[in-house]
């Protein structure tokens, strides 16, 4: 998991703070890929629209984030190609953890069959990766 500022487990929220508003409920969005430099590419895309973002490499590390009781997430954002479980299983066993939580699909791919396999098994969107 890391903020930000880091691709490591340095997660300082102060850092945050100043990002949302005393008076606005903070949006949190658990970006998962085991590609850093996708990881970067998302938060730079994020953080200055007022997310905070968190990340993870693997989907067994998005799991265990999800369950922090310290956030509540608000959006995930998933590669679907990842060693370990796939982004599609991972969506799925994020929405039994977290039913109203909203999922995005990514892929570096353009093959027409994968976006649609994301939508039917419920991701709210697709993503080409840039």
Do not use: W
């Not at 903020?3 to 487990?9: E, I, L, M, V």
């Not at 299983?89 to 699909?105: G, H």
């Amino acid at each position: 998991m890391t903020t930000t500022d880091s691709a490591q487990n340095n997660f300082e929220p102060q850092n945050l703070a100043t990002s949302t508003p005393a008076f606005e409920k903070p949006h949190f969005v658990l970006v998962v890929d085991d590609d850093p430099s996708i990881l970067s590419v998302a938060i730079d895309a994020l953080t200055p629209a007022g997310y905070r973002c968190l990340t993870a490499r693997s989907a067994k590390q998005a799991l265990v984030t999800l369950q922090d009781p310290n956030y509540i997430f608000d959006l995930m954002i998933s590669d679907v190609l990842m060693s370990g479980m796939n982004g599609i299983d991972l969506m799925k066993e994020a929405v039994e953890l977290l039913p109203d939580l909203p999922v995005i699909i990514m892929s570096g791919t353009s093959e027409v069959e994968t976006p649609v396999q994301a939508l039917r098994a419920g991701s709210a969107d697709y993503l080409i990766k840039p």
